[in-house]
């Protein structure tokens, strides 16, 4: 479409004052219409370097998302895990460019999904031509979304981790991706109702840490309970420590690329983006280390939830609040997460087996109504003033009509899933296949020369020795609570 001389450019100029290029998705109205690149804008090589090294970042956050899982879970179930993350990996990423992109960035049809027929196995993206907004090519931007797309799906193996066959992980993992992701993505980043609307999301508080969240308490109250999960209250012990050390820092660490990266080379923001980012995760782990401390628990996994929590909370909200929001919002969403996993395992008895809604899910939520509460038009231009910058309340009604959207959507789309998939191909998984474990069931290899079974007996401590960490939330419980396990392998 030709630029409009009585107007801003309707390309990729719409929005060039805006100071992050997701921003830019919601500067003008008329951009929407278009999502044309920018053939007269000249790619700088600085940040194309800056957005491919990102991609990486969040490309080595996926075996790193299998490790931390593989970790905390019993390792009888380490190889059916790991090839589940890393198996979706490769179906994401090969869905991304046969369609995705374009169902998320295409044109939009009624503000609901893109065009499919767009931008098909990347056809039309230039690296001569800029994204609009950007001074990127349109497939550095491209392959950058690809990341986002590939990983948010694979946060659901945390909740339903142990009981889903490999069959059924297949199916469900693509449908969640093309039914939920996908049009979730593009209402708010690709030109989408929710971008018109007024709702922000600077790096997928809403697209991808609410929707996990939401699909994790679904996926978790259709499947039923593991064996044993009364008698442990809800809490396994995990097989390698170690291991989910790695693989949580590993997270941590690539976690700079997903929201710094999401300034898409604007470098000026990046800095902050990058500062507030560790601020609030070391925060809200640091809140989250002394409640675990309080209730009798304090370890290393404790601190990486609670760093967690805090790069889930803040990813919305990164691009668009200052270093000093980001601080006190470290430190509110450490104790609403922990109170939300209490209330969620011991309460509600859901066996979300990673909590992943209480370590993704609220916290998305959180950072969302946070940008409404803490958005300062001195940190990106293009978003208007949250409350306590006298902005009003208009931003966090856009904020909170988006979490409720996208919710009772993720909710409803998630549960027809898994009922077709239940009618279509039987089961989930049987008792005696869980107690065996998935290694075994699936893939006819296991992870260590020696695994445990939940038909082990309890010995005394000085016969086989201490193989568990204490769950802080039984401190104190009713329920059963031997915090030593003592593991005698058949």
């Known amino acids: 479409q030709e ?43 600085g940040e194309i370097a800056w957005t491919l090294l990102a991609t990486i970042l969040v490309l080595g956050m996926v075996p790193a998302l299998g490790m931390f899982e593989a970790g905390l879970l019993r390792s009888k179930n380490t190889v059916s895990i790991l090839t ?50 950007t001074h990127i090519p349109e497939q550095a931007f491209a392959i950058f979304q690809m990341m986002f797309a590939a990983i948010t799906p694979l946060l659901l193996t945390g909740a339903f981790a142990e009981r889903l066959l490999w069959k059924h992980f297949v199916v469900f993992i693509v449908a969640w991706e093309v039914l939920v992701y996908y049009p979730v993505a593009h209402w708010v980043w690709g030109g989408g109702f929710l971008a018109k609307l007024g709702t922000i999301d600077f790096a997928g508080g809403l697209t991808i840490h609410t929707t996990a969240g939401v699909a994790a308490i679904v996926s978790a ?14 809490h396994y012990p995990p097989s390698n420590v170690p291991l989910a050390v790695i693989g949580g820092t590993l997270l941590w660490m690539g976690w700079f690329g997903f929201n710094a990266g999401s300034t898409l080379g604007n470098m000026d923001l990046a800095t902050t983006v990058v500062i507030n980012t560790q601020i609030a995760s070391a925060v ?18 404790e601190l990486l939830n609670g760093a967690i929590v805090g790069l889930a909370t803040i990813t919305p909200a990164s691009g668009f609040v200052s270093t000093q929001s980001a601080f006190v919002i470290g430190l509110i969403t450490a104790p609403i997460s922990f109170g939300t996993l209490y209330v969620i395992r ?4 859901i066996d979300d ?23 300062s038009s001195s940190v990106n231009e293009g ?19 988006g979490i409720g959207i996208v919710a009772v959507y993720t909710a409803i789309v998630t549960r027809l899933i898994f009922i077709v998939i239940r009618r279509v191909m039987g089961r989930m998984v049987r008792e005696e296949t869980e107690r065996d474990g998935l290694d075994m069931a699936d893939h006819s290899v296991t992870a260590y020369r020696h695994q445990e079974s939940d038909h082990c007996e309890r010995f005394p401590l000085d016969q086989v020795g201490r193989t568990s960490i204490t769950d802080p939330l039984l401190a104190g419980s009713n329920h059963h ?5 003592y593991l005698q392998p058949r």
Not at 3 to 31: E, H, K, Y
Not at 221 to 231: A, G, I, P, S, Y
Not at 346 to 349: A, E, G, N, P, S
Not at 481 to 485: A, G, H, K, M
């Open 221 to 234: 109250r259709r499947l039923h309970r593991r064996v044993d999960f009364d008698e442990n209250n809800g």
């Open 346 to 349: 011991i309460k509600l008895r």
């Open 84 to 133: 589940q993350v890393l198996a979706g990996l490769a179906f994401n990423s090969m869905l991304w460019y046969i369609v995705g992109y374009s169902f998320v960035f295409g044109d939009s049809l009624g503000g609901v999904i893109g065009n499919p027929s767009d931008h098909p196995m990347f056809l039309g993206l230039e690296n001569s031509e800029c994204y609009p907004g």
């Open 481 to 485: 609570n031997d915090d030593t396990y």
């Open 284 to 301: 809200s782990a640091t809140v989250w280390l002394f409640m675990s401390w309080m209730h009798g628990s304090p370890n290393a996994v």
């Open 383 to 401: 978003v208007m003033d949250g409350i306590i910058l006298g902005g009003g309340g208009k931003l966090l009604g856009y904020q909170l009509a």
């Open 3 to 45: 630029p409009d001389t009585n107007g801003p450019i309707r390309s990729g100029g719409a929005c060039v004052a805006c100071s992050s290029s997701f921003s830019s998705l919601f500067c003008v109205d008329s951009f929407f219409s278009t999502h044309m690149a920018d053939p007269d804008c000249q790619v700088r090589e």
């Open 353 to 375: 087996a990673l909590d992943v809604s209480s370590v993704h899910g609220m916290p998305g939520v959180v950072g969302l109504i946070a940008t409404g509460f803490c958005a």
